[in-house]
């Protein structure tokens, strides 16, 4: 292989979109509308990401064997006749690597106008040093001339795909949620036709599994019956109600004497109080109390936002309320606030607990990465039912007892 040199990277990397793209318009309808957005998204970025050139230098391994190697090649120096071949030392040196074969072909954007004919297998790259009476520190000279090249040429290769993969997300989410207004701006306007739509028979029951050869990818399944329009909280409300609570807890922390002995149904008016005034309803009350501790937002008798309010009892009890938010719901893309208050005297436990707790729940499925420190943004599936996702935010808030 003529390394780095046989091919663009970025004429691979644009094929990844290309295919991603196509593959998302050849979904089946029903279950492309169906399927849980975010787990989709997953499974497309786990597939079409590509996996960085990293040579292992560490394990680098030199090796020798005796060939016969041409005259053209031993200098006029060497007393050697034209078209014979003579017996000489050759360096044989190994370096494993890890990361997507098809990247040690590919030159990269910014590149080294540099390139040699070299052995390439799955787990190594060879390249060779023929000893013609060299000294030791001249052969190590020429592999590191080797070594040095080849390290420039994959850190380059490396940042292209690292700026790819971290784009990857934003691209696949806007390919899919266009693909998904298409289908149902097209659904609109059948309906709008009046005219009866036949229903395709060969509909497949579930997604197929790809199994790649690096890595098991699992593509989530999703019902083919008919998709049902549901209402959703769109993520601007949702934002806005979390900003009010936001700036509820924060207001709370900076008077902890007032709150820190309060129960959790009393934290909750507090909390309901500031909300209520500040989103109106077309239907009735916006917000409605259900139990001790829920605010909720309810839509043709059921709801699409739930808000859980909490002290902080460790990490049981904070998977039970997670539990506990999740059998309120039953519409697909629902959104939920767990409100903690943490009434310990240092609140970084609780951090943590969150942080590790949280993916360990059976429901869980996406960590978001813009988390911060007290505001933490997760994905979940609705109990028995995949397809049907869960915005959840857990916001906490600190109040120690004097």
Known sequence: MRIFHEGELSEFLDGQIRKMTKEVQGEPENKLLNVDRTQYVDYLVDKYKVEAIDFLWDEMTVDQSERM?????????????????????????EVPYTGTRELLRLTP???????????????????EVMNINLKPDEIKSKAEYFTSHLKRQSEYSRKDVNEFNERLR????STVDHRRSQLLENRQLLHDLGVPVRK???????????APKRRLITKPEAPSSDYEPEPTLHEKGYSEILEVIQHVGREMERHPATYARQGEEMLRDFLLMALTPNFESTTGETFNRAGKTDILIRHEGSNVFVAECAVWYGKKKYLEKIDQALSYLTWRDSKVAIVIFARLKTIQRVFDDIVKTTPSHPQWTHTYDDSLDGTYRYDFCLPGDPSRGVRVTIMVFHLPEE
């Open 69 to 93: 190697i041409p005259a053209e090649q031993h200098g006029f120096e060497w007393n050697v006749y034209p078209g014979k071949s003579y017996p000489r030392q050759v360096l044989v040196y």
């Open 109 to 127: 954007r910014t590149r080294v106008m540099w390139t040699e004919d070299l052995k390439v297998s799955d787990p190594a790259i060879w390249f």
């Open 170 to 173: 934003a691209r696949v989410e």
């Open 200 to 210: 395709s028979e060969d509909v497949p029951s579930t997604f197929s599994i790809d």
